[in-house]
């Protein structure tokens, strides 16, 4: 009977300690992104329109909105993966980010290297 005691007092701490450590998952509301937004980076100025469904563009600087690059994008909690295509959209190179905070004006968000981005929506 000790034995069974002890059995079950382990596999229930083993539980509490599992069940402690889980990070809570902090989820944002996707359509906040829906717009055209802003990115500031030094003396370059980016653009990402994000599109319901996971779609949208991408341009640079004074570069016309017609030669805007697609991008796919996905928020799942806090994960944002964006996908750059390429110009004849044939391949694309992921991008991975932690959201940290989006409102409907701003989007804040870091990746794993230490970087830390700040967009502005500036329209929707």
């Known amino acids: 009977m000790k034995r069974l005691v002890v059995c079950v007092l382990t596999v229930l701490s083993v539980s509490i300690m599992f069940n402690s450590c889980s990070k809570d998952q902090v989820s944002f509301d996707e359509s906040l992104l829906y717009g055209t937004w802003e ?17 949208g563009k991408y341009w640079f600087n004074a570069e016309p909105v017609e030669l805007a690059r697609d991008i796919t994008w996905k928020l799942v909690n806090a994960d944002l993966t964006i996908t750059h295509k390429s110009n004849d959209g044939t391949w694309g190179s992921p991008e991975y980010y932690t ?7 701003t989007l804040k968000f870091k990746d794993d290297f230490g970087g830390e981005f700040t967009q502005t929506k500036i329209s929707k």
């Open 39 to 55: 990115q500031i980076d030094g003396a370059d100025t980016y653009y990402y329109k994000y599109i319901s469904g996971g779609t």
């Open 99 to 105: 959201v940290t905070s989006l409102t409907s004006t």
